[in-house]
């Protein structure tokens, strides 16, 4: 009876912790989304809160979004379009990368994984320096092959992908070899497959950082047309005026690719997620 108790107890207090953590999760969002409904000059005066002023909500600031003058769709576009590009390539590339770790022996493996281990423990402002000279060097500034090709392959996307692929076989390599396939013919018709769960999980996770990602293209992007939303939103306030309207109403629609990306993603997420986490 006590151990039933004590079980009870703990679910309980779980069951409370988890919905405590689930309301601050929602909270902002829904404050994002009541503000979204509320004229630019109450936001500017009162700030973001809760208060639900039915009298002073109105659709003026979605009427503005979708018919009035200003650069919105343009950057949302050009995140859309980075996202798509840096997630496909980031997947292939470090795809490749992590099953090389994990499938083959070759000289200097070690020393060449331990590289990436290193890579993992640098923020990207200690390398921001760097990165910007050689782009600059290589004349790609102002140009979206900046954002994309200095995180192609992405050290914890490889990391990942080489603890997922630890567990598979050489036997079924061999198969694949004895059958008369390609290394490359292995790769995509058998392994691929096998990496459905880790597929999803990385591409949330790295369509999470590209969507959002806003220091790396600050430095390198100048045209205000090539903008990504994430510098586009920055640009509505500034000294000498300010868009709350469009700012607020703009965030919210923000939030949509990324809520769709994990819904067409969300059933192997876990199970991804759990199992690079667990191989090796």
Same mark, same amino acid.
Request: hydrophobic residues 55%.
């Given at each position: 009876?006590?151990?039933?108790? $004590? *079980? !009870?107890?703990?679910? %309980?207090?779980? /069951?409370?912790?988890?919905?405590?953590?689930?309301?601050?999760?929602? +909270? =902002?969002?829904?404050?994002?989304?009541?503000?979204?409904?509320?004229?630019?000059?109450?936001?500017?005066?009162?700030?973001?809160?809760?208060?639900?002023?039915?009298?002073?909500?109105?659709?003026?600031?979605?009427?503005?979004?979708?018919?009035?003058?200003?650069?919105?769709?343009?950057?949302?576009?050009?995140?859309?379009?980075?996202?798509?590009?840096?997630?496909?390539?980031?997947?292939?590339?470090?795809?490749?990368?992590?099953?090389?770790?994990?499938?083959?022996?070759?000289? $200097? *493996? !070690?020393?060449?994984? %331990?590289?990436? /281990?290193?890579?993992?423990?640098?923020?990207?402002?200690?390398?921001? +320096? =760097?990165?910007?000279?050689?782009?600059?060097?290589?004349?790609?500034?102002?140009?979206?092959?900046?954002?994309?090709?200095?995180?192609?392959?992405?050290?914890?996307?490889?990391?990942?992908?080489?603890?997922?692929?630890?567990?598979?076989?050489?036997?079924?390599?061999?198969?694949?070899?004895?059958?008369?396939?390609?290394?490359?013919?292995?790769?995509?018709?058998?392994?691929?497959?096998?990496?459905?769960?880790?597929?999803?999980?990385?591409?949330?996770?790295?369509?999470?950082?590209?969507?959002?990602?806003?220091?790396?293209?600050? /430095?390198?992007?100048?045209?205000?047309?090539?903008?990504?939303?994430? +510098?586009?939103?920055?640009?509505?306030?500034?000294?000498?005026?300010?868009?709350?309207?469009?700012?607020?109403?703009?965030?919210?629609?923000?939030?949509?690719?990324?809520?769709?990306?994990?819904?067409?993603?969300?059933?192997?997420?876990?199970?991804?997620?759990?199992?690079?986490?667990?191989?090796?």
């Amino acid at each position: 009876m006590r151990r039933t108790a $004590g *079980k !009870k107890a703990s679910s %309980l207090a779980l /069951l409370i912790l988890f919905t405590l953590l689930a309301l601050l999760i929602v +909270l =902002p969002i829904w404050v994002l989304f009541v503000a979204s409904f509320k004229p630019g000059n109450d936001l500017l005066q009162y700030g973001l809160n809760l208060d639900i002023n039915v009298d002073r909500m109105n659709l003026d600031n979605y009427v503005l979004l979708f018919t009035g003058q200003h650069e919105y769709w343009k950057w949302f576009f050009n995140s859309i379009c980075l996202t798509v590009i840096t997630v496909v390539s980031t997947l292939l590339v470090s795809s490749f990368v992590g099953y090389g770790f994990a499938a083959y022996e070759f000289k $200097g *493996k !070690k020393g060449l994984f %331990l590289i990436v /281990l290193l890579i993992l423990s640098i923020p990207l402002e200690v390398v921001m +320096l =760097p990165l910007y000279k050689q782009m600059s060097s290589w004349k790609l500034m102002d140009s979206y092959t900046a954002i994309i090709l200095p995180f192609v392959a992405h050290a914890s996307t490889i990391f990942f992908f080489r603890q997922y692929l630890l567990s598979i076989p050489q036997t079924l390599l061999e198969a694949g070899r004895i059958d008369g396939a390609t290394e490359y013919g292995i790769f995509f018709r058998l392994i691929v497959p096998l990496m459905k769960p880790a597929f999803s999980a990385m591409a949330i996770l790295n369509g999470m950082n590209a969507w959002n990602n806003y220091l790396w293209p600050l /430095l390198v992007i100048r045209t205000s047309k090539k903008y990504p939303l994430t +510098l586009g939103l920055n640009t509505l306030i500034n000294p000498y005026g300010d868009n709350y309207s469009l700012l607020i109403v703009g965030s919210v629609f923000s939030v949509i690719p990324i809520f769709l990306l994990f819904v067409a993603f969300q059933k192997y997420f876990i199970e991804g997620m759990m199992a690079g986490a667990v191989k090796g």
